[in-house]
């Protein structure tokens, strides 16, 4: 993980930090220093001793469950976070790391500070309590909605679900991600996923090449994601 320098385009470009008013977004980013994420860096695992929160300005962050302890090849992805949404949030409130293990699926930037600090700074501003408390409210909704679907064994289905949550996340119409990453995320064989974006390229729904992946008909993987 690199310390980037601050870009002014970046400084208010978190969703969660842009719902503060004026006075508390700059307290907060006072406190904050800009870090570059690269894909597959890990931000946070289970056995993290000083966890930091991180409010993603671009890219995207996978919540992965490891089968085990820092064993990221084998598991499943159970979120995604992006620019709406910020990691950590649990930490701030005295509730520890967790069981997740946080992996960059997508390069991007985000605004990151100790969660002691952010401990400190609640206490001089509880009413920032329900705004997080939403946002943690979501990731979880995110995560019973995605072990649920773990359970399908339709892989086109859950592709396709990932791939729309992704391009979601990002907010980019052209995706970075290998067939080997997403069968990581999903669960599954790299050549399950091989085989469903294969059937899918060919419906036209998707096309992609050496890890780039562009959507090319969302209403029709909307509706093969929720049949």
Not at 154 to 178: I, P
Request: glycine letters at 8%; proline letters at 3%; charged letters at 20%.
């Amino acid at each position: 993980m690199i310390y980037a320098q601050r870009p002014s385009v970046l400084t208010l470009s978190n969703d969660l930090i842009a719902q503060m008013s004026a006075s508390d977004q700059q307290l907060l980013l006072k406190n904050t220093r800009l870090v570059d994420l690269k894909a597959g860096d890990i931000l946070v695992s289970p056995s993290a001793k000083d966890p930091l929160v991180y409010f993603l300005s671009s890219g995207a962050v996978a919540l992965f469950v490891a089968h085990h302890q820092g064993k990221t090849h084998a598991g499943l992805a159970v979120g995604l976070v992006g620019r709406e949404g910020a990691l950590g949030l649990q930490a701030a409130l005295g509730m520890g790391v967790g069981n997740l293990t946080l992996i960059v699926q997508t390069q991007g930037y985000a605004h990151v500070l100790e969660a002691d600090r952010l401990r400190q700074l609640l206490k001089r501003h509880p009413d920032w309590l329900m705004l997080f408390s939403r946002n943690l409210w979501l990731t979880y909704q995110d995560i019973a909605r995605l072990a649920a679907l773990s359970h399908v064994h339709d892989v086109k289905r859950r592709l396709a679900d990932w791939l729309l949550m992704s391009e979601q996340r990002c907010g980019q119409e052209q995706l970075v991600m290998t067939h080997a990453h997403i069968a990581n995320m999903l669960g599954v064989r790299r050549a399950s996923v091989t085989l469903a974006a294969r059937e899918m390229k060919m419906q036209g729904l998707v096309d992609y090449s050496r890890g780039y992946i562009k959507l090319l008909d969302k209403p029709a993987l909307q509706k093969l994601a929720s049949p």
